[in-house]
């Protein structure tokens, strides 16, 4: 039997350009979008990791939006794919409420545009997701980056992805599609033409 599959959207603490760690705004495009893909790869609970009030509150109003007024009745899809949010002020909390809901702290991955000792392959990771017992929590970071001290206690960092040139700086919704797509995906790959 497959692991459970969590994923978490962490805004603080990430670097900024200057490589100072700071708290990033959540934006709406983030909420909307990724809840979408993570509904669509099945993915138990999707987690924005914010520590200010003020943040939680606006995607409260968010949910409310489209999950109790006009907004559920208008997009039925968004209310169900906002079905799976869930907001939390660290990366702690979400540890404990999936330790709580499955009996058993999560395997925590995380991704990055650079390799570190602990990162491993995607198919790796989805042999673990796969045949693995425990669940699994995979966070993505905001801004340019997890802060490296917070990184370094992950269980894995799954490697870089790559395009065919030299630039590499996805926006985080897009690396969610295609890690999910990686991980949790069909195998295209087995299927005959």
Same mark, same amino acid.
């Given at each position: 039997?497959?692991?459970?599959?969590?994923?978490?959207?962490?805004?603080?603490?990430?670097?900024?350009?200057?490589?100072? @760690?700071?708290?990033?705004?959540?934006?709406?495009?983030?909420?909307?979008?990724?809840?979408?893909?993570?509904?669509?790869?099945?993915?138990?609970?999707?987690? @924005?990791?914010?520590?200010?009030?003020?943040?939680?509150?606006?995607?409260?109003?968010?949910?409310?939006?489209?999950?109790?007024?006009?907004?559920?009745?208008?997009?039925?899809?968004?209310?169900?794919?906002?079905?799976?949010?869930?907001?939390?002020?660290?990366?702690?909390?979400? @540890?404990?409420?999936?330790?709580?809901?499955?009996?058993?702290?999560?395997?925590?991955?995380?991704?990055?545009?650079?390799?570190?000792?602990?990162?491993?392959?995607?198919?790796?990771?989805?042999?673990?997701?796969?045949?693995?017992?425990?669940?699994?929590?995979?966070?993505?970071?905001?801004?340019?980056?997890?802060?490296?001290?917070?990184?370094?206690?992950?269980?894995?960092?799954?490697?870089?992805?790559?395009?065919?040139?030299?630039?590499?700086?996805?926006?985080?919704?897009?690396?969610?599609?295609?890690?999910?797509?990686?991980?949790?995906?069909?195998?295209?790959?087995?299927?005959?033409?």
């Amino acid at each position: 039997m497959a692991a459970n599959v969590y994923l978490g959207l962490v805004h603080y603490p990430i670097y900024n350009k200057n490589y100072e @760690v700071i708290a990033t705004a959540i934006t709406n495009f983030d909420v909307h979008d990724i809840s979408r893909t993570a509904r669509t790869y099945s993915i138990k609970r999707y987690f @924005v990791i914010h520590p200010l009030d003020s943040q939680a509150n606006l995607v409260r109003e968010m949910m409310g939006y489209w999950q109790e007024g006009f907004g559920s009745e208008y997009n039925p899809d968004r209310k169900e794919a906002l079905s799976i949010l869930d907001i939390v002020p660290d990366i702690k909390a979400a @540890v404990a409420k999936i330790t709580e809901a499955e009996g058993v702290a999560p395997i925590i991955v995380t991704t990055d545009a650079r390799l570190y000792k602990n990162t491993v392959s995607y198919k790796h990771m989805r042999s673990m997701i796969e045949t693995g017992d425990r669940p699994c929590l995979v966070l993505f970071g905001t801004g340019y980056g997890m802060e490296r001290e917070v990184m370094a206690g992950f269980d894995y960092i799954l490697e870089p992805i790559y395009g065919p040139g030299d630039y590499n700086h996805l926006c985080v919704r897009s690396a969610v599609a295609i890690i999910l797509d990686r991980l949790l995906g069909e195998p295209w790959w087995h299927k005959a033409e």
